[in-house]
């Protein structure tokens, strides 16, 4: 009876949480699935378009193909900063803090117009290259899909870094000393034992920057300049210029049904705990 009292009391303090989420989160959700099924008359023909439009069909590829380049760029930047951040020096810890904590004080807009200024076609990266005789005409950095990357993983890379390393910091410095005790060199160790005991960091990381990519619209808007269409855009197009919320829901819902595989699958092949360290 002592267990179940404590058990009833348990509940009730965890309880406000799961359903407040419920209400935040699931309520909204059902009924943007609810226009997708009704909206403009009552089918699964929103469905049937989001995959066999070429134009809708266009969009979430390129979503998917910017989401993943984002996220290979991201994690690898990211495991080198946060392999400097637990192993290097003093001050490159500093330094390393520095340039990940920073980043999160900045706007979301005012990074994507900072880097317009640096890519566009007269801003600062062009007339470098031109004033050093690097290149003669300025290249296009922005209103395409390289733009749209490079604002992408930089705002990513901080949340990339956490996981890591935090999975880096729990590493059991025994088994280093053991690999080099055994004859293996710096670049050995490294490849046949620091990295494959950090791979649950690096498949965290990835998870988090690939999920957060995909709902991405500030910053492909402004760096794409309307060349580089993601979903997040595409769908705000649907919704607001052409009216037509059936088809904005229905991909709405691919895209959670997309992230939803993607955990699933994730927390199949690793333990939910070592994929944040």
């Excluded at 909206?39 to 989401?67: A, K």
């Excluded at 470098?128 to 490079?150: A, M, S």
């Amino acid at each position: 009876m002592i267990w179940t009292r404590r058990g009833v009391g348990y509940l009730a303090l965890i309880a406000p949480l799961p359903v407040f989420l419920a209400l935040a989160y699931g309520v909204p959700f059902f009924g943007v699935a609810g226009w997708s099924l009704t909206l403009p008359e009552p089918g699964l023909s929103n469905y049937e378009r989001v995959f066999t439009d070429p134009i809708v069909l266009g969009v979430l590829l390129r979503t998917l193909r910017i989401c993943a380049v984002v996220t290979i760029v991201t994690t690898a930047a990211a495991y080198a900063l946060a392999y400097i951040w637990v192993q290097g020096s003093p001050r490159q810890r500093i330094f390393v803090e520095f340039c990940i904590l920073v980043p999160f004080w900045i706007s979301t807009l005012t990074r994507a117009f900072g880097w317009l200024v640096l890519l566009y076609n007269r801003g600062l990266v062009n007339t470098w290259l031109q004033d050093l005789g690097v290149t003669t005409e300025p290249l296009t950095l922005v209103r395409n899909e390289f733009g749209v990357i490079v604002g992408m993983t930089h705002f990513l890379i901080p949340f990339a870094v956490f996981p890591i390393a935090s999975a880096m910091r729990h590493l059991d410095e025994r088994v280093l000393l053991a690999s080099r005790g055994l004859g293996a060199g710096r670049l050995r160790t490294f490849w046949s034992v620091f990295l494959p005991m950090t791979m649950p960091g690096i498949l965290g990381a990835a998870l988090i920057v690939f999920v957060f990519s995909l709902g991405f619209f500030i910053t492909p808007a402004i760096l794409g300049g309307g060349r580089s269409v993601m979903a997040a855009e595409f769908v705000y197009v649907q919704l607001f210029q052409t009216a037509n919320w059936g088809l904005a829901a229905a991909i709405s819902v691919v895209m959670v049904a997309i992230v939803a595989v993607l955990v699933t699958l994730l927390f199949r092949l690793t333990r939910v705990e070592k994929l944040m360290g």
